[in-house]
């Protein structure tokens, strides 16, 4: 939002300078640069301590039961203003603050001589362990009892509920990091930014804010002792959080800030300033992504995933179901868009019954993407063949240009058994439509053996490379600063893979969140990528930033960039390109 | 006691919204109502902890199960809304 930027920049410059600028690093999520004062998010109240009721049981149990109310209350006025999809999230939410039976359960702690905060503490605790225990659907629900709990203790105990500054005037939210109650209801034109001390690029704030395209410094340690209403420069694009910046420093902010705007006024195919074509996609994950993407000029689908047709099923989607699941996205694109489909990536972390895989200490490193369906003897193998069966009968008489990809490949032997039961299938393997996507070392090392054979293509996974890459796990929030695909190492294997792509003439692309990364972006092509596939949101950036730079602009960073020792690094040398 | 057994056809189970529109539902009936896997213990209806908990999925069997004056309506009512796909 460069254009709040602008405004509340100026506002601030007669604020800054009255105590010591600081200088706080994270990880930058998109590439604007705003000011404004620090609103922070109310923390979780601490434990209660299990001490003796000072009260009677009788007034500890109505306070209790007022707070829960007041949090059910609370819960459906913020549900109330935020309307649609999460006015029913928020209502389930406020039904489970009011549930009866843990309204009985916190009683009897009372009556046993608990304090009211404590009794609701402890009742949470035992239905938190409950759902922890029972299958990935409902120990993702445990963020939201967590989240209800604290609001509960918190009114119990004075204190201010968790959750949202409740702000009229733009500011920059600071928080340890944001609860899903809270991202769901935050008020773009009133969030000039996000700062967080805890996360990587692919936690929930950073994906959420690229979404929103809400400009992001996460993992900046430290940032919590900012109090409210301090002035601070956030540069997304360097990962800075400058807390009473100078007023030269809010001008050039300014300055740089009207700059990007007269660029996302661009429109049209992806190219860089020497017109080298780049193609600039959309990452998809059903037909209510397609409005989105089209609106954002999306010269096509980078990435369809197609897991939203399998999970939660009890058998795998028909044939005709998943025809017309699929001609539905391809008809929504024209004469020359590409739509590049990727099968089905079952993993042990999201079971489906009809493709068993066995439970695994490690889903990450098991058998998941294409293995699923090569394991076992191939006992899962029609799945995969029926998918394919209906990709290509949906393809059939659409003006669009469907490729079809497999997830989790290491090795050629694995992408030319995929090509063989494509073309049984009836895909178009002779014309380069069958490709796979390299997400790991693995296929990015060995790339121009893979491309030497009948794959087409091959799209580099980012996300999946780099945690493979870095050996860190991209679910555990402790690791989240080795999830960068700015590190050096990554760049080194997608330049790997472009070189494989150049030597062999197929062409290479990116799908994942560094292709959303407008600087990063212009650092792939230069590594010989060429097309970027992301969340439709980045694409004007994207476009913008990628229109002033030569491709030997790109080259130029993408050299500087692979010889960093890390990802910060990385990121500093090429932006000073 | 009147009871009966049906199959769930919310496409998501009974979570998110079909679990809130099952439990509003249930608490708003005068008689004491409970849900169980079949086979399973039965737990009260109206808590939406206990109905979540309960974790069931897309075309599971449920017993419901009510007590007292108008419970045959109540069994009748939820497990009308049980055979629907509340997500649709």
């Given at each position: 939002m460069p254009e709040t930027a602008g405004g509340s920049a100026a506002e601030a410059a007669g604020v800054a300078g009255a105590a010591d600028r600081t200088e706080y690093e994270g990880v930058g999520v998109g590439t604007a640069t705003v000011a404004g004062p620090v609103a922070r998010t109310a923390q979780a109240p601490p434990e209660p301590p299990d001490v003796p009721a000072t009260a009677t049981a009788d007034e500890e149990r109505r306070k209790a039961l007022a707070a829960l109310a007041a949090v059910a209350a609370d819960l459906r006025a913020r549900g109330a203003a935020a309307g649609g999809d999460t006015a029913d999230v928020l209502e389930a939410q406020a039904m489970m603050a009011e549930d009866p039976d843990l309204e009985e359960r916190v009683s009897a702690r009372v009556a046993a001589g608990k304090t009211a905060a404590r009794a609701i503490h402890e009742t949470f605790a035992g239905y938190r362990e409950m759902f922890a225990g029972l299958g990935e659907y409902l120990a993702g629900r445990v963020a939201d009892l967590d989240d209800i709990a604290a609001r509960a203790v918190a009114v119990a105990t004075g204190v201010a509920m968790p959750g949202l500054p409740r702000r009229t005037e733009p500011y920059v939210l600071v928080a340890e990091d944001l609860a899903p109650a809270d991202t769901a209801l935050l008020d773009r034109r009133l969030v000039l930014a996000l700062v967080t001390a805890e996360g990587g690029p692919t936690s929930h704030t950073a994906i959420l804010a690229q979404s929103m395209g809400i400009p992001a410094v996460v993992g900046a340690a430290g940032v919590l002792d900012l109090a409210d209403d301090t002035v601070v420069l956030v540069d997304a694009a360097a990962g800075t959080v400058v807390a009473r910046p100078t007023s030269e420093e809010l001008e050039a902010a300014v300055t740089r800030s009207a700059a990007a705007v007269t660029a996302t006024a661009l429109r049209g195919p992806g190219r860089t300033a020497d017109s080298q074509p780049v193609r600039l996609l959309a990452n998809i994950g059903g037909a209510a992504d397609v409005p989105e993407a089209l609106a954002a000029g999306?010269?096509?689908?980078g990435l369809f995933r197609t897991e939203f047709l399998y999970l939660d099923a009890d058998e795998p989607p028909s044939l005709p179901a998943q025809v017309k699941a699929y001609r539905e996205i391809f008809e929504a694109f024209g004469a020359g868009a590409r739509v590049v489909v990727r099968t089905l990536d079952a993993g042990a972390d999201k079971p489906l019954p009809f493709v068993p895989l066995g439970e695994e200490p490690n889903p990450a490193l098991g058998v998941r993407g294409l293995r699923a369906f090569r394991a076992f003897d191939g006992r899962n193998e029609a799945v995969l063949r029926t998918q394919l069966e209906a990709i290509n009968e949906a393809a059939d008489a659409v003006p669009a240009d469907v490729w079809v990809m497999a997830p989790m490949v290491n090795e050629a032997p694995e992408a030319e058994w995929f090509c063989d039961l494509a073309a049984s299938c009836g895909l178009d393997v002779v014309n380069g439509r069958v490709g796979i996507m390299v997400e790991t070392p693995a296929a990015a090392l060995t790339a121009g053996a893979i491309l030497a054979g009948r794959t087409g293509f091959a799209s580099i996974g980012t996300n999946d490379l780099t945690q493979y890459t870095m050996a860190a796990d991209r679910m555990l929030g402790a690791l989240g600063t080795c999830q960068d695909p700015w590190h050096p190492a990554v760049l080194k294997l997608i330049g790997a893979a472009g070189d494989a792509g150049a030597a062999t003439g197929k062409p290479i692309g990116v799908c994942g969140e560094a292709a959303a990364d407008p600087l990063l972006a212009c650092v792939l092509v230069g590594l010989g990528v060429r097309s970027l596939s992301m969340a439709p949101s980045a694409i004007a950036e994207v476009r913008a930033v990628l229109a002033t730079r030569t491709l030997e602009d790109c080259v130029e960073m993408a050299a500087r960039a692979r010889w960093a020792a890390t990802a910060r690094e990385a990121r500093r040398t090429a932006a000073a390109r | 006691m009147p009871e009966r057994t049906v199959t769930v056809a919310s496409k998501v189970g009974l979570h998110a919204r079909p679990a809130a529109v099952f439990v509003k539902k249930a608490a708003a009936l005068p008689v004491p109502v409970s849900l169980a896997r079949e086979g399973g213990p039965a737990v009260n209806a109206k808590s939406m902890l206990a109905v979540m908990a309960l974790d069931v999925r897309h075309g599971d069997r449920v017993v419901l199960a009510a007590d007292g004056d108008g419970a045959a309506e109540a069994v009748e009512q939820l497990a009308e809304l049980l055979e629907t796909d509340l997500d649709a």
């Open positions: 999306a010269e096509g689908v | -």
